[in-house]
């Protein structure tokens, strides 16, 4: 791994890291308010009608669905941004370092899916939510691996974002092919424009951030019409942004807007939308609702199917000698890194408000019980492991601080 890309990279850790902690604190505090006397302030703020009406475009929408379908767009801007500046620059660029996150991701996505069909194969409507244990959120993961400090080589590091990033990868397809509702194909069409407007953009290397914004919106709007999800606008235009500017090679517009979005997305936009969407009331639940077969299977594909697909995998492609393993990584260190992609909670959220969005299923199971757990057990078999695995942190000053501040 080359020295110039590690400021980058220790930088986005530990925002990730921070804002972990700070989504732990967000989730503690929904779950107050949705079962505290506050519970009627709760639910009145997340129903707050919303609307915009401009000539003939009109769009109602109460405040937890701006916050699902608007702030998460720009969470998925962010994140395609990510896998962009990675696939050209990063740690993926190298394709050698691609092969074990990529099977292990994989793995992590099938087994988990198929440990959920296993528990519902005989409710069509249950198995909506297959996709709900499929994601990792690289946030709490990171935050979980803070804290174990210096202890953690960078390899464990790396090879744990770069599942995460691939992971993101099947999600978005996921929810771009079987979480889309009904077609208009006039609003296709219009999106349809505005991609060939940012393909001319692109080609023509224009850097004018401005310019991608605009049509982002539009592309945006459009998406809501047209019945395919809106948050995938965000890495549709990410896709499209410069990496670097033809004029002057030294100055990336993705960078400038991936280092200005960080901030918002990790601090604002994630807990705020595990605020808005953790809310589980425990009032007159029941143990049949707690044993329902939904949660059950979310919390068993995030706490089983993670380590079995994820380790699985990775061990037999080594074991093949199609793969090797990571420099300063062991098969027990794999372990608890493949536990710790078993934290799916945010992207777990996303993909179950998607699931089960027109299914009323109050009174019946809550999958957010199975995120929760899952994640809960994921993140302290993880955490266990890598802190009995891993050697004695070493006493040395680094300049990592005046390094980080370096990076755009």
């Given amino acids: 791994m080359s020295n110039q890309k590690l400021p980058f990279i220790d930088a986005f850790l530990r925002l990730e890291s921070a804002s972990g902690i700070l989504l732990m604190l967000a989730t503690a505090l929904a779950l107050i308010f949705a079962n505290s006397f506050l519970e009627p302030l709760y639910h009145f703020l997340l129903n ?43 740690e993926l660029s190298d394709r050698r370092n691609i092969v074990l ?20 194969s005989g409710d069509p409507e249950a198995l909506r939510g297959w996709a709900v244990p499929v994601a990792t959120d690289i946030a709490f993961a990171l935050g979980v691996l803070a804290l174990l400090g210096s202890r953690v080589p960078i390899s464990i590091k790396v090879f744990l974002t770069s599942l995460a990033i691939l992971d993101d990868i099947g999600a978005i397809a996921i929810i771009a092919v079987f979480y889309a509702a009904e077609i208009s194909v006039p609003a296709l069409l219009v999106a349809a424009g505005c991609v060939l407007v940012l393909f001319f953009l692109n080609n023509r290397n224009w850097v004018s951030h ?27 235009l990410a896709v499209f942004i410069p990496m670097r500017s033809r004029t002057d090679p030294d100055v990336s517009p993705l960078k400038i807007l991936e280092h200005d979005l960080h901030t918002v997305v990790a601090f604002v936009i994630l807990p705020v939308f595990a605020f808005a969407n953790a809310g589980i009331s425990f009032e007159g639940m029941t143990l049949d609702q707690v044993l329902h077969n939904v949660p059950v299977g979310v919390a068993l594909g995030l706490f089983l199917g993670k380590q079995i697909g994820i380790f699985g995998l990775c061990w037999m492609f080594v074991r093949l000698k199609w793969a090797s393993l990571p420099t300063g990584m062991t098969w027990t260190s794999i372990y608890g890194a493949s536990a710790l992609c078993g934290i799916g909670f945010t992207m777990s959220l996303f993909i179950g408000s998607l699931a089960f969005a027109e299914i009323d299923t109050y009174g ?45």
């Fill in 210 to 236: 401005s310019s991608y914004m605009m049509v982002g919106v539009v592309l945006w709007i459009a998406l809501v019409k047209s019945g395919v999800h809106a948050t995938l606008a965000g890495v549709i």
């Fill in 48 to 90: 707050i009608p919303i609307q915009i009406h401009i000539a003939a475009l009109d769009i109602h929408k109460p405040l937890q669905l701006w916050i699902n379908d608007g702030l998460m767009a720009i969470f998925f801007f962010l994140v395609g941004l990510e896998l962009k500046r990675e696939f050209l620059e990063g």
């Fill in 364 to 408: 019946l199971f809550d999958e957010r019980l199975g995120i929760m757990a899952g994640s809960l057990l994921s993140g302290v078999l993880g955490y266990i492991v890598l802190r009995n695995c891993l050697p004695p942190a070493e006493k040395k000053i680094e300049p990592v601080e005046e390094e980080a501040q370096k990076v755009v």
């Fill in 101 to 120: 996150p990529g099977v292990g991701a994989a793995g992590g996505m099938i087994v988990p899916a198929l440990i959920y069909f296993l528990f519902n």
